[in-house]
């Protein structure tokens, strides 16, 4: 026969308060479940079906299953390809220097005099958003009356036409990113340098150590996973560059300034409508997101510092 085990009157009466509570608790937590699902995970999951078929609200009677038809039509799509090249230009100059100029005003401005006025006047250009960002380009960048022209005049420089050309629409789409992003990469790299052991600092200083041994055997190895992180989220990011060229280029002149989420938007909202295709290149974007973050978090070993760090 099975024993009966008695459980103390006291110890019930909490079991039972603690399961009161945790079905308050899902009562409470219920709404944002359903929000979530009924907001992020049906569409996510529309999308992807939506993907393999041929919807486009601008005709009737679409809305039929085609397979990978829209994937193969990706790689003959010449607009998609020139979307490739400058989403590519972004990721291989705007971000880069963003790393190296943020990761330099971090170390010039920690412990400098002035050190919170600076720091603010940093992060202000990253409060803004792009929509703003690109009217204000629009302005400083017009031919006729723009800042930028009118200070070039000084040096005998002729007028530019900076959305007439795809050199110098590219140059300020590249440069807007730039002057928006640094004070990201600034204020992470700025607050791994606040967590680096003052003790370290002053015993490498007494060892004689120069500004530049200090920071590459001091500084940087703290640094690393603060960079690596910053790294990763402005590659996601970057990869999603759209309100700036939203507001100034439309992706032109021709396409020499369309990014590849900027691309989705034409075809899907803007005088396309063809919800099935874009619903591809979404699709697409999201794979190459994660395929580049992955391998990016491997060949930096970012896991593993991580785990160092948290050990240590």
């Known amino acids: 026969m099975k024993e009966v085990v ?4 006291k110890e019930l009466k909490e079991n039972l308060i603690r399961m009161h509570d945790r079905r308050i608790a899902l009562l409470f937590i219920l709404p944002a479940v359903v929000l979530f699902l009924v907001m992020a995970i049906y569409p996510f999951i529309y999308m ?10 601008s005709m009737s009677g679409t809305g039929q299953f085609i397979g990978l038809s829209n994937y193969f039509e990706i790689f003959h799509d010449p607009l998609a390809m020139g979307s490739i090249t400058f989403s590519t230009m972004v990721l291989l100059i705007a971000v880069p220097i963003e790393m190296a100029i943020g990761v330099l005003f971090g170390l010039l401005i920690r412990g400098l005099k002035g050190e919170r006025i600076f720091r603010l006047l940093f992060l202000i250009s990253m409060m803004i958003p792009g929509i703003v960002f690109g009217i204000s380009a629009q302005m400083i960048f017009n031919y006729l009356f723009g800042a930028a022209n009118y200070f070039l ?16 629409a590219q140059f300020v789409i590249l440069f807007l990113d730039i002057i928006q992003w640094t004070p990201f990469i600034f204020l992470i790299t700025y607050a791994g340098l606040l967590s680096v052991p003052q003790d370290l600092i002053d015993a490498a200083r007494v060892d004689g150590a120069s500004r ?27 990869l999603k560059i759209f309100g700036k060229i939203y507001m100034t280029t439309w992706g032109g002149p021709g396409m020499a300034t369309s990014s590849w989420s900027f691309y989705i938007y034409k075809v899907g909202v803007s005088y396309g409508w063809d919800i ?5 290149l979404a699709i697409i974007l999201l ?9 990016l978090i491997k060949v930096l070993n ?3 510092t991580l785990e160092l760090k948290r050990e240590g």
């Open 302 to 304: 970012l896991g593993e």
């Open 287 to 295: 794979i190459v997101s994660a395929i580049l973050v992955n391998l």
């Open 48 to 57: 992807i079906y939506t993907s393999f078929t041929n919807l486009n609200l």
């Open 6 to 9: 008695m459980v103390p009157e």
């Open 276 to 280: 099935g295709y874009a619903s591809a």
């Open 212 to 238: 530049w041994q200090l920071f590459i055997n001091v500084e940087l190895p703290t640094l690393k996973s603060f960079i690596y992180i910053a790294l990763i989220i402005r590659l996601i990011d970057a």
């Open 153 to 168: 005049s000084f040096f005998g420089v002729p007028e530019i036409a900076w959305f007439g050309h795809a050199a110098t």
